[in-house]
């Protein structure tokens, strides 16, 4: 008996799987069989099918879960790798404006200076033009 395509899975790695109405489905299917002098056959074939099945998923679950956190794990550590260098480049570019910053700051103090000296003799040199008037 065969498992109409609606009951049949594909499960991760593309291994064909079945699902929990299609087994019973052929179960129904084959329930002639339950009875007679096969009976006990049958039922202990159907039991380690149906216990094979559920150790291959569980084992296929196992794997998808594994696979996943490893992952995740790996995602964790490319973005705490890329959230470290950015900050590393914003602590650098931050350096840099606060150098260019204070090398501005200091030339524009020494100008300030330069100006106070400036009005000073001016203003000394005025004073002095109209001392000799």
Request: charge should be positive.
């Amino acid at each position: 008996m065969r498992f109409p395509a609606s009951q049949s899975a594909t499960l991760p790695g593309g291994e064909a799987g079945f699902s929990p109405a299609g087994i019973r489905s052929f179960l129904r299917g084959v329930s002639g069989l339950r009875s007679g002098p096969f009976r006990g056959e049958v039922q202990n074939m159907l039991e380690r099918f149906g216990a094979d099945i559920n150790k291959s998923l569980l084992a296929k679950r196992k794997r998808l879960e594994m696979y996943t956190k490893a992952s995740l794990k790996t995602s964790n550590q490319k973005l705490e790798n890329v959230w470290k260098i950015q900050q590393e480049q914003r602590q650098k570019l931050n350096q840099e404006y606060s150098q260019q910053f204070l090398t501005l700051f200091q030339q524009w103090d020494m100008d300030m200076q330069k100006a106070e000296e400036q009005e000073e003799k001016l203003a000394v040199s005025i004073m002095l033009s109209f001392v000799a008037l």
